[in-house]
């Protein structure tokens, strides 16, 4: 069983910085795909941007740039560092653990970002 927790999310202006954590625990934490995914009010949940244990990344493309994911492995803990935010980037935003058939979600931070 893997337990993810967010944290960091909030509101912000436009143009402002965010970081948002995602504390996990688990047997299979240090292994798994860890990722970021939000869901705005009528979409579909997305990718934001993921990270394997080697620190292998990839990003959406409306982040990139913007964004950076990393992870630290003796924290079992996964970054999103969130610049120059926009009203677009307004959404909860989901923790993800994969491997495999093994999948886990966290319970989503909200992020708000005003004009």
């Known amino acids: 069983q893997v337990q993810l927790v967010e944290s960091g999310g909030g509101l912000v202006q436009a143009g402002g910085s965010l970081r948002l954590s995602c504390a996990a625990s688990?047997?299979?934490?240090?292994?798994?795909?860890l990722g970021w995914y939000r869901q705005a009010p009528g979409n579909q949940r997305e990718l934001v941007a993921d990270?394997?244990?080697?620190?292998?990344?990839n990003y959406e493309d409306s982040v990139k740039g913007r964004f950076t994911i990393s992870r630290d492995n003796a924290k079992n803990t996964v970054y999103l560092q969130m610049n120059s935010l926009k009203r677009e980037d307004t959404a909860v935003y989901y923790c993800?653990?994969?491997?495999?058939?093994?999948?886990?979600w966290g319970q989503g931070t909200q992020v708000t970002v005003s004009s």
């Open positions: 993800r653990c994969n491997w495999g058939r093994y999948d886990y």
């Open positions: 990270i394997r244990s080697a620190g292998v990344t």
């Open positions: 688990g047997s299979i934490v240090s292994i798994c795909v």
